[in-house]
């Protein structure tokens, strides 16, 4: 499915970098599934003109039957989905989610299920399960809760997602070829606040290098405070990458030359154990997945 949905999205686009961005993917990954499928039918799909890709004649006889074979998938997979009494799906969502997959997700879900209402909710990491075991939502979506707050609660890993530590591109520390938390330590850092899953990753890490606590910290949640923030004060910020990948693609933002990989946590989906999901919700948990597998290409 994902290689014949990339082929329909370059065919579409007669680009490459416009189905990428479509597709919310990166080029080189898109290219190199183009050729896994070119490999596999034995032959090109797309000549290049001045006018961008256009299908060579094995493209059009494949674009001719995927374009309906793709129809029909969908099709059937909204009628055997198709919510049946439940005309609300409620989803507690953690803000690092908030702004990437989730809303594509949603939307998709919506494009085929108009009838179905999606109730998006966000309470701190403790309400949030309280709210999933008791019933109030139907899943969650976000990163791995702590061990000690599992009980009860199943997870399904979607992708893996580090903490970063980010910064105007004007901060004295941006493109400096190492930064230290000394360094950051040594200016005001916006920080998540106690209490949240992110800080106690920050703490663990902050701790193990000999640091135990920022000098100088602002505690906020609120991402869109965050980058609000850091758009006008030579501060530095710890933050999921998903939630400033967009400032960072087109350098409204810089990541910082720390490295970061004992921060990087599982993103997915939890689940209160023993209790299945109606079918409303299970139809928007089988979107997600989909759009967190294309957010997760290389």
């Given at each position: 499915m994902r290689h014949l949905r990339c082929f329909v999205e370059v065919a579409r686009h007669g680009s490459i970098t416009r189905a990428a961005q479509a597709l919310n993917t990166v080029q080189p990954s898109l290219s190199r599934t183009l050729r896994e499928l070119e490999d596999e039918i034995?032959?090109?799909?797309?000549?290049?003109?001045?006018?961008?890709?256009?299908?060579?004649?094995?493209?059009?006889?494949?674009?001719?039957?995927v374009g309906v074979g793709l129809s029909q998938i969908s099709k059937g997979i909204r009628?055997?989905?198709?919510?049946?009494?439940?005309?609300?799906?409620?989803?507690?969502?953690?803000?690092?989610?908030?702004?990437?997959?989730?809303?594509?997700?949603?939307?998709?879900?919506?494009?085929?299920?108009p009838g179905t209402d999606v109730r998006v909710v966000f309470f701190p990491t403790s309400a949030l399960i309280d709210h999933l075991q008791e019933g109030g939502v139907d899943f969650l979506f976000g990163r791995l809760f702590s061990p000690e707050r599992l009980k009860g609660v199943s997870f399904e890993h979607l992708y893996s997602e580090p903490l970063v530590?980010?910064?105007?591109?004007?901060?004295?520390?941006?493109?400096?070829?190492?930064?230290?938390?000394?360094?950051?330590?040594?200016?005001?850092?916006?920080?998540?606040?106690?209490?949240?899953?992110?800080?106690?990753?920050?703490?663990?890490?902050?701790?193990?290098?000999?640091?135990?606590e920022f000098s100088n910290k602002i505690e906020s949640i609120l991402f869109e405070f965050v980058r609000a923030?850091?758009?006008?004060?030579?501060?530095?910020?710890?933050?999921?990458?998903?939630?400033?990948?967009?400032?960072?693609?087109?350098?409204?933002?810089?990541?910082l030359n720390i490295a970061t990989d004992e921060m990087v946590s599982s993103v997915?989906?939890?689940?209160?154990?023993?209790?299945e999901i109606n079918p409303a919700a299970a139809a928007l948990a089988s979107v997600i997945r989909e759009e967190a597998a294309i957010y997760a290409m290389p």
């Open positions: 034995g032959g090109a799909l797309f000549e290049r003109t001045g006018r961008g890709l256009v299908l060579t004649s094995a493209g059009e006889i494949l674009m001719r039957h009628q055997a989905q198709e919510p049946r009494g439940a005309q609300i799906v409620t989803m507690g969502v953690l803000p690092n989610v908030a702004r990437t997959v989730a809303p594509r997700a949603i939307a998709r879900f919506k494009a085929n299920f530590f980010v910064a105007h591109p004007d901060h004295p520390l941006a493109g400096r070829p190492e930064v230290t938390l000394g360094d950051i330590d040594a200016g005001l850092v916006l920080v998540p606040p106690p209490g949240t899953i992110i800080r106690s990753e920050l703490d663990k890490f902050t701790v193990a290098h000999g640091l135990a923030y850091l758009a006008r004060a030579d501060a530095t910020a710890c933050i999921p990458l998903g939630a400033v990948r967009p400032e960072l693609g087109d350098r409204r933002l810089v990541r997915g989906l939890s689940f209160a154990s023993g209790r």
